[in-house]
């Protein structure tokens, strides 16, 4: 990592040779100078003299030695961060760069409600200098390990503490108080938990992570934050990209499993009609079933979303029924292996919903 400034290093400091230091009379005061390997040193009446290209080297050798000592700790020493979601590790990674260790207490592929608590986890959080959840009672069900972890800085009001969603504008917020325990643990209590599916919303998700690794790490605040504007930069221009792939189907109508899609469908132009599940994390009757396929026939219905770790037995027998396709998207990054980035994730879901509109005949409602 550092080879080549070592070396430039090395260069700096080495010591003269003796061929290189042959004295030499001076014509004008018949001092003998002796000459460094790049003429630095001088003896003048029987004094050593430092010339000024000579403190400049130095001042620089020093400024190295600064840097490389810094750098060296840093790596040996990284942030622990731990997130609920791979799409936080995923930013995360971006925002921290070489100067964090990230973990995620979700898998790849798993179920963001669902996440099963494993007592490794435990001790991850334990050890964890930040850590960083979606907020919105999303991870409910994770609160005992944190309680359990023994780590005071990373409980709500801590130095390490993260809640991602803070600052995002959020759909689908209730006009009514709700009760969290009727329906299902899934319930979208405080707004669609799913925000990070607007790419825009990714950019929030930096800016809260970069604050507190600033918090807990504030020598490396610069670092941090020119890791954010790269990302953030990187999101501008990929969602202009995406824009103007997704730009034919604006206002395309679809049906997705879960109540997962609502940000991704409103920053791409999409409109999710309904879904098979009739409130989040609630089984579908067979009353609406039936009410859902008369919906997709009358509306012409051509794509179904499905997130890959719901049964799919639902989804194919509605498409079966209504001609429609239906479209397996993992929602999270790893929940395909090519997707290993946040923006995998956009590449590669857009990529595959493009397709299935183009084979499916799918065309936007406006032009």
């Given at each position: 990592?550092?080879?080549?400034?070592?070396?430039?290093?090395?260069?700096?400091?080495?010591?003269?040779?003796?061929?290189?230091?042959?004295?030499?009379?001076?014509?004008?005061?018949?001092?003998?100078?002796?000459?460094?390997?790049?003429?630095?040193?001088?003896?003048?009446g029987?004094?050593?003299?430092v010339?000024?290209?000579?403190?400049?080297?130095?001042?620089?050798?020093?400024?190295?030695i600064?840097?490389l000592s810094?750098?060296?700790?840093?790596?040996?020493?990284?942030?622990?961060?731990?997130?609920?979601?791979?799409?936080?590790?995923?930013?995360?990674?971006?925002?921290g760069?070489?100067?964090?260790n990230?973990?995620?207490?979700?898998?790849?592929?798993?179920?963001?409600?669902?996440?099963?608590?494993?007592?490794s986890?435990?001790?991850?959080?334990?050890?964890?200098?930040?850590?960083v959840r979606?907020?919105?009672?999303?991870?409910?069900?994770?609160?005992?390990?944190?309680?359990?972890?023994?780590?005071?800085?990373?409980?709500?009001?801590?130095?390490?503490?993260?809640?991602?969603?803070?600052?995002v504008?959020?759909?689908?917020?209730?006009?009514?108080r709700?009760?969290?325990?009727?329906?299902?643990?899934?319930?979208?209590?405080?707004?669609?938990?799913?925000?990070?599916?607007?790419?825009?919303?990714?950019?929030?998700?930096?800016?809260?992570?970069?604050?507190?690794?600033?918090?807990?790490?504030?020598?490396?605040?610069?670092?941090?934050?020119?890791?954010?504007?790269?990302?953030?930069?990187?999101?501008?221009?990929?969602?202009?990209?995406?824009?103007?792939?997704?730009?034919p189907?604006?206002?395309?109508?679809?049906?997705?499993?879960?109540?997962?899609?609502?940000?991704?469908?409103?920053?791409?132009?999409?409109?999710?009609?309904?879904?098979?599940?009739?409130?989040?994390?609630?089984?579908p009757?067979?009353?609406?079933?039936?009410?859902?396929?008369?919906?997709?026939?009358?509306?012409?219905?051509?794509?179904?979303?499905?997130?890959?770790?719901?049964?799919?037995?639902?989804?194919?027998?509605?498409?079966?029924?209504?001609?429609?396709?239906?479209?397996?998207?993992p929602?999270?990054?790893?929940?395909?292996?090519?997707?290993?980035?946040?923006?995998?994730?956009?590449?590669?879901?857009?990529?595959?919903?493009?397709?299935?509109?183009?084979?499916t005949?799918?065309?936007g409602?406006?032009?």
């Amino acid at each position: 990592m550092f080879g080549d400034r070592w070396q430039v290093f090395g260069m700096a400091c080495r010591t003269p040779t003796t061929k290189h230091r042959t004295p030499a009379p001076d014509k004008s005061t018949g001092e003998t100078r002796f000459l460094g390997e790049n003429g630095f040193l001088n003896r003048v009446g029987g004094k050593c003299q430092v010339s000024r290209s000579n403190e400049t080297m130095w001042a620089t050798v020093a400024v190295v030695i600064l840097t490389l000592s810094r750098e060296s700790l840093s790596a040996s020493n990284p942030l622990n961060v731990v997130t609920t979601t791979t799409d936080l590790a995923a930013i995360a990674e971006a925002v921290g760069g070489a100067r964090v260790n990230v973990e995620t207490l979700g898998r790849a592929g798993e179920d963001p409600h669902n996440v099963a608590a494993r007592a490794s986890d435990v001790v991850k959080l334990n050890k964890a200098d930040l850590f960083v959840r979606v907020g919105l009672e999303l991870e409910v069900r994770l609160r005992a390990l944190t309680d359990g972890a023994r780590n005071a800085k990373i409980l709500l009001g801590g130095p390490g503490y993260v809640d991602a969603s803070a600052g995002v504008k959020l759909l689908e917020k209730p006009v009514t108080r709700l009760d969290r325990f009727t329906g299902s643990a899934d319930a979208h209590v405080f707004g669609n938990p799913h925000y990070w599916l607007d790419p825009l919303n990714g950019k929030v998700i930096a800016t809260n992570i970069a604050a507190g690794l600033k918090r807990i790490a504030p020598a490396d605040a610069d670092g941090f934050e020119q890791n954010l504007k790269s990302f953030c930069a990187q999101v501008d221009e990929r969602l202009a990209g995406w824009l103007k792939l997704m730009a034919p189907y604006k206002d395309a109508k679809v049906v997705t499993y879960h109540r997962s899609w609502p940000n991704f469908a409103h920053r791409f132009g999409l409109q999710v009609v309904n879904c098979v599940e009739p409130k989040p994390g609630v089984p579908p009757s067979p009353t609406h079933i039936a009410g859902l396929i008369a919906q997709m026939k009358a509306d012409d219905i051509k794509v179904i979303l499905q997130e890959p770790y719901f049964d799919t037995k639902i989804g194919k027998s509605l498409s079966e029924t209504t001609g429609a396709r239906l479209l397996v998207l993992p929602p999270s990054v790893g929940g395909e292996e090519s997707i290993r980035t946040y923006f995998d994730l956009f590449d590669r879901n857009l990529a595959k919903l493009v397709d299935a509109f183009k084979e499916t005949g799918v065309r936007g409602a406006t032009p």
